[in-house]
């Protein structure tokens, strides 16, 4: 009797063990899953934004391409003067909480006008005067990656580094 009374015990003992260690697990792999599903989250909200960048870009270059084709009309007074006092600024993305705007030197490719098959993504008479890229981007590297798949040596231009940075929230100097 007292060994029945002692495997039945042993029994129930084994059994409730067993599913202390099944529900442990399933907490487990719940938590583990609700971490996936806010990673998954995360990525989409990142990719959904890296695509409205990209439509932006794209939108940027179809843009760029018909502006290529309308005839500039500039101001006929001084060259010296004019070209010193005019300056175009190409915007790429928009101000944004936590974006920055960092600024990059545009200017056409030596002898690139010269070339046959020269398609020029920004007007020729632009050259003449300062040239600026303003990349409104989380980093210097993603701004730099944008300004370069916009201008690059293909379409006649050349970029030179940032010159300044600014906060998309404050609007003043970043630190």
Do not use: Y
Not at 21 to 45: F, K, N, P, S, Y
Not at 46 to 55: F, I, K, P, R, S
Not at 86 to 103: A, L, Q, S, T
Not at 149 to 166: K, P
């Amino acid at each position: 009797m007292l060994l029945a009374l002692f495997c039945i015990g042993a029994t129930l003992l084994f059994l409730a063990v067993r599913r202390g260690l099944i529900l442990r697990t399933d907490r487990e792999i719940r938590h583990a899953g609700a971490t996936l599903m806010t990673e998954r989250d995360a990525l989409e909200r990142q990719a959904d934004e890296l695509e409205a960048m990209q439509a932006g870009v794209d939108a940027m270059k179809a843009k760029l391409v018909e502006l290529s084709t309308d005839r500039l009309v500039l101001s006929r007074r001084g060259g010296k003067r004019t070209a010193a006092s005019r300056r175009f600024i190409h915007e790429i993305g928009r101000p944004e909480p936590g974006r920055k705007c960092f600024v990059f030197r545009l200017a056409m490719a030596p002898g690139f006008a010269a070339r046959p098959d020269a398609k020029a993504v920004v007007h020729p008479a632009l050259w003449r005067f300062e040239n600026v890229a303003q990349v409104w981007a989380a980093d210097f590297a993603a701004a730099q990656m944008l300004t370069r798949s916009i201008f690059h040596e293909g379409v006649g231009v050349t970029v030179s580094g940032e010159d300044a940075e600014q906060d998309a929230v404050s609007g003043g100097p970043a630190p």
